[in-house]
């Protein structure tokens, strides 16, 4: 039984650590406000013929160590302008075993039991899916001055990306602090510039 979660737009503040040192920084920095260590799998799909991809959406099924231990996500129409990322994005929860069964073999993702499949079957007219391979990515959440903050270390076959994410509806409000608290304490960062998975299809690092 899966739970859903209906179409939204993320919104979220995305700052890139330029190496593993301003990394270790941040997670010393933000020790006392750590929640959790989520380890994630990143996988990717597209239609057999790119019928996402043409439209500049994208297919995720992520596999994590921590609940939801697996969930098919559908993103949409990427903007990430000045370190703010605004993505649409509708989201489910998926059996792991399902989710396994699909990853190994996307064409069983015709026939799963998912809301979100669905819409990407009948609104994308996919008739057959393609595996594009993925990333796995450490995530360190932190509950910070009433910001939820989400570090990230990012390991592609190419190399590793490090980055903080907070998602708010006030994400100018959240960079300024983000900002502030990272100058005040020497630590080189920028904004980010592609997403994650741009990355991962670039095949190298930004």
């Known amino acids: 039984m899966s739970h859903t979660s209906k179409a939204l737009m993320e919104v979220e503040v995305k700052l890139r650590l330029p190496d593993a040192a301003a990394h270790g920084q941040v997670t010393a920095l933000l ?120 570090v990230d270390e990012t390991r592609y076959e190419f190399g590793t990306c490090y980055e903080i994410e907070c998602e708010s509806a006030d994400p100018d409000g959240a960079k300024e602090k983000l900002e502030e608290f990272l100058k005040e304490n020497g630590v080189r960062y920028s904004y980010s510039e592609v997403s994650k998975f741009a990355t991962f299809r670039a095949g190298k690092l930004p």
């Open 31 to 150: 020790a006392p406000f750590h929640l959790g260590t989520h380890r994630q799998e990143n996988l990717f799909f597209d239609g057999s013929k790119s019928e996402l991809s043409a439209r500049r959406a994208v297919l995720r099924l992520r596999f994590s160590d921590r609940s939801p231990l697996c969930a098919v996500t559908l993103k949409a129409k990427a903007v990430l302008v000045d370190g703010v990322s605004r993505v649409e994005e509708d989201e489910e929860e998926m059996d792991p075993a399902v989710g396994r069964e699909c990853a190994a073999e996307p064409e069983k993702m015709m026939a799963a039991e998912s809301r979100v499949l669905r819409r990407v079957r009948e609104e994308f007219g996919v008739l057959g899916f393609v595996g594009m391979g993925g990333f796995g990515n450490v995530r360190d959440v932190y509950d910070w001055k009433g910001l939820k903050l989400e």
